[in-house]
């Protein structure tokens, strides 16, 4: 949308407030006895009062009416949406899944929230501990509603189709190759403008942040100065008719009424806030000598888990690049891994499967499934001449892995109707190339 305005870093402690209201946030305190134009001061924490600095987030809303004004809560129909991991047995093959059906708007309208589908996860939204992988699909924009998940955080990847997401702190358009973060509690609305897909990566009792460098140094990778967050931006807008806030709540889905928009915040300041981020940004690193790098150079955001070095949730990405590798086979290793990695296509081809797995697709290989290159990749790449060449480019590729056993769900086994049973076949021709006569070459 043009004209929209955002504040740039990740993580910062940001200020802003409607150029409508001038001096709407508070003089030197967060919550004085009468606030500026008569707005009350609401805190939104999204880390425990006494976490260090490094971790404690919270942002100061200071708004028309406060968020505690509603109905009761009831619980209302969860559609595809679950956090049941025993619906079906457990799978351990690689799964594949074709592209995910969007709804027809001549069949039935489906906005962001119906169009909800969990396809694997695991963990529990009660203990604060686990990884869920949704994918939506819908066709109509949410009117005189919102969203609110009170068990995680949103990491959304749109796949078709750009999304405005309308948020207590401002408006966010997100395109395919973008990203946004909608962290726990953080009200939200989604408008869409056709057939829309994507996927989302949800995290339970930790907040996703830039991974350490390391030996890479002070600059690389996902650069904090390229993420961006809204500006403060209100209505004040009564809704007699109803107007329905649905809250996420224990992997169940609940509504209240309540008859003005949430959207009312004037002005705010903190570092709890949503966020957006375009992964063209992403300062690529890769191999400029031998062998194949791990992918996780390629780690854009991770949620980290109590053990170091070990993620509840990575977001991993496979951007176009130069591949100038030296004796090397340049494409993805065969693989065992203790992670999961559950994978999808934004666009263009995987430079691993350049058939089979296609933009609005999926696949998941489970821990210790073995996973890799297809035959024809194999093939091709053995014996290809190997200049500096690009790679993946025109395409965009990512990767949600995690230290979790994920299962999936019945819908992504069975009701979908997407899941490619063939996708085993694209190893069974690899052949032996085992040659018991070889013998080194002479230097």
């Not at 993580?11 to 009350?40: A, H, I, K, M, T």
């Not at 997401?165 to 056709?194: A, H, L, Y």
């Not at 807008?237 to 992997?251: A, D, E, L, S």
């Amino acid at each position: 949308m043009a004209g929209l305005k955002y504040m740039c870093g990740f993580g910062n402690e940001f200020s802003s407030e409607d150029p409508r209201c001038p001096g709407s946030l508070p003089e030197g305190q967060n919550n004085p006895q009468v606030c500026p134009y008569g707005l009350y001061a609401e805190q939104l924490s999204g880390s425990a009062f006494t976490c260090p600095r490094p971790a404690n987030k919270r942002s100061w809303l200071y708004r028309i009416l406060p968020s505690v004004k509603h109905k009761p809560f009831t619980p209302v129909p969860c559609g595809d949406l679950t956090e049941n991991w025993d619906e079906v047995e457990p799978d351990p093959n690689q799964l594949r899944w074709l592209p995910f059906t969007i709804p027809k708007t001549t069949e039935k309208k489906v906005d962001f929230v119906a169009g909800l589908h969990t396809i694997c996860g695991a963990g529990d939204a009660k203990s604060r501990s686990g990884i869920v992988v949704h994918i939506f699909t819908c066709n109509t924009s949410m009117t005189d509603r919102c969203f609110n998940n009170s068990d995680g955080d949103f990491l959304i990847v749109p796949q078709q189709g750009e999304i405005l997401v309308t948020t207590e702190f401002g408006k966010m358009m997100v395109e395919p190759t973008e990203i946004c973060v909608i962290q726990q509690g953080m009200r939200f609305s989604v408008d869409v403008f056709g057939e829309t897909r994507g996927y989302i990566l949800e995290v339970y009792g930790a907040h996703f942040e830039l991974p350490d460098l390391g030996p890479i140094g002070a600059n690389g990778l996902a650069n904090p100065r390229d993420f961006l967050c809204p500006v403060a931006w209100y209505e004040d807008r009564k809704v007699p008719t109803g107007y329905t806030v649905i809250n996420k709540y224990q992997g169940k889905l609940f509504a209240c009424q309540q008859d003005f928009s949430p959207f009312n915040v004037v002005a705010w300041h903190g570092n709890y806030t949503p966020y957006k981020y375009n992964l063209k940004n992403f300062m690529v690193i890769n191999c400029v000598a031998f062998d194949h790098a791990d992918p996780s150079i390629f780690t854009v955001l991770t949620a980290k888990s109590t053990r170091p070095g070990v993620a509840i949730a990575d977001f991993v990405i496979f951007p176009p690049r130069w591949g100038v590798a030296d004796h090397t086979f340049r494409p993805p290793y065969y693989h065992r891994n203790c992670m999961s990695e559950f994978m999808g296509l934004i666009r263009g081809h995987y430079e691993a499967k350049e058939e089979g797995f296609l933009p609005g697709g999926a696949s998941l290989h489970s821990i210790m499934t073995p996973h890799g290159p297809d035959v024809d990749c194999f093939e091709k790449n053995s014996s290809a001449e190997l200049k500096p060449e690009r790679v993946a480019e025109g395409t965009m590729a990512f990767m949600f892995e995690s230290s979790f056993s994920m299962a999936v769900t019945k819908w992504g086994l069975q009701s979908c109707q997407k899941l490619d049973k063939t996708y085993y076949q694209c190893w069974e021709p690899l052949r032996s190339h085992f040659d018991p006569s070889w013998k080194p070459s002479k230097r």
